[in-house]
Nanobody
Framework: EVQLVESGGGLVQAGGSLRLSCATS????????IAWFRQAPGKEREEIFC???????ISMESVKGRFTVSRDTTKNTVYLQMNGLKPEDTAVYYC????????????????????WGQGTQVTVSS
């Protein structure tokens, strides 16, 4: 059974940092693309980063220089390090996974992802 479990969300003051984790199981980690998304109230789900076993693509201009993503193949986990948080970063953060390829490529749209985690809430106070 494929599972993605996000953790690490919470309430933080503007300028603070959080590290989110997306722990995966039930599929071959290196074969799948895994992406981070966020969805603010009343808005569509937006992609932040997409990762493969060798590449990372950033999809969201507003987080450049503040957010980074890393992928730990020993733990089958993808991390989202968020620094310099702003109130506008407040959202539910999700990870998604999909089998695209081989080789794995970040070429699909959010609604095309096959698997999703339950999300973790990030709230940034001003």
């Amino acid at each position: 059974e494929v599972q993605l479990v996000e953790s690490g969300g919470g309430l933080v003051q503007a300028g603070g940092s959080l590290r989110l984790s997306c722990a995966t199981s039930g599929f071959d980690f290196d074969d799948y693309i895994i992406a981070w998304f966020r969805q603010a109230p009343g808005k569509e789900r937006e992609e932040i980063f997409c990762t493969t076993y060798k590449d990372t693509e950033i999809s969201m201009e507003s987080v450049k220089g503040r957010f980074t993503v890393s992928r730990d193949t020993t733990k089958n986990t993808v991390y989202l390090q968020m620094n310099g948080l702003k109130p506008e970063d407040t959202a539910v953060y999700y990870c998604g996974a999909s089998l695209v390829g081989p080789p794995p490529q970040c070429v699909i749209r959010p609604h095309q992802y096959d698997y999703w985690g339950q999300g973790t809430q990030v709230t940034v106070s001003s």
